[in-house]
């Protein structure tokens, strides 16, 4: 699939909210991500432009799209940075300045295609690149029931980094856990430019 891998920006709330609404509506959503489809449809305006300008507006947190050719948004990740010391995402302080890829979704009918390697490929160029915090890994969370997001995640260099956390649910049943899988910054040298701050094709 010929896409345009670019960084959202902050008019493009619209585009935004509808595209994680579709993810909210996969099958898998229940296990691939803590918000609901029932809560996010109910927000207001308000809600989705503030969330996007966090995620355009400074060196904090990018989010990237597929933008196939007809324009419509056909996946997508966010990166968060992390600060060493600092709380991270999901509680505790991590030891290391690192980024955090969540959100990440791409519609069925692109799947297969190397939309979400590209996708990941874009997130980690921008961490690599950041001057300031320099981010030594990039790290995400995956259900142990969500096999095929697991092995997307390691085909984009993602392997289990040994620690887990608990699902919130019903504390009469055994939790279910999530699996912390990171991406090591590259050993031996630099990455060379943002490659995403214009775009990519695939």
Not at 32 to 59: C, M, N
Not at 159 to 170: K, Q
Request: glycine share 10%; net charge neutral.
């Amino acid at each position: 699939m010929d896409c345009l891998i670019r960084p959202v920006r902050a008019d493009e709330w619209a585009e935004a909210k509808e595209l994680r609404l579709a993810a909210l509506q996969d099958p898998l959503a229940g296990i691939a991500f803590l918000e609901t489809y029932e809560k996010a449809v109910r927000e207001p305006d308000s809600f989705w432009k503030g969330r996007t300008g966090r995620v355009t507006g400074d060196s904090q947190a990018r989010q990237f799209v597929a933008e196939a050719p007809d324009g419509r948004w056909v996946g997508t990740v966010t990166v968060i940075v992390e600060r060493a010391g600092a709380e991270g995402t999901f509680g505790g302080a991590p030891e290391v300045d690192q980024a955090h890829a969540v959100g990440v979704f791409v519609r069925p009918e692109a799947r297969g295609t190397g939309v979400a390697q590209e996708l990941f490929r874009a997130a980690l160029e921008w961490s690599w690149a950041l001057p300031d915090p320099r981010i030594e890994r990039v790290r995400l969370y995956v259900h142990e029931r969500n096999g095929r997001a697991e092995a997307l995640y390691a085909k984009a260099g993602f392997l289990r980094s040994g620690e887990t956390v608990a699902m919130p649910g019903d504390a009469s049943v055994k939790p279910e856990k999530e699996y912390e899988m990171v991406a090591e910054r590259p050993r031996g040298r630099e990455a060379a430019g943002t490659g995403a701050a214009g775009s990519s094709r695939r």
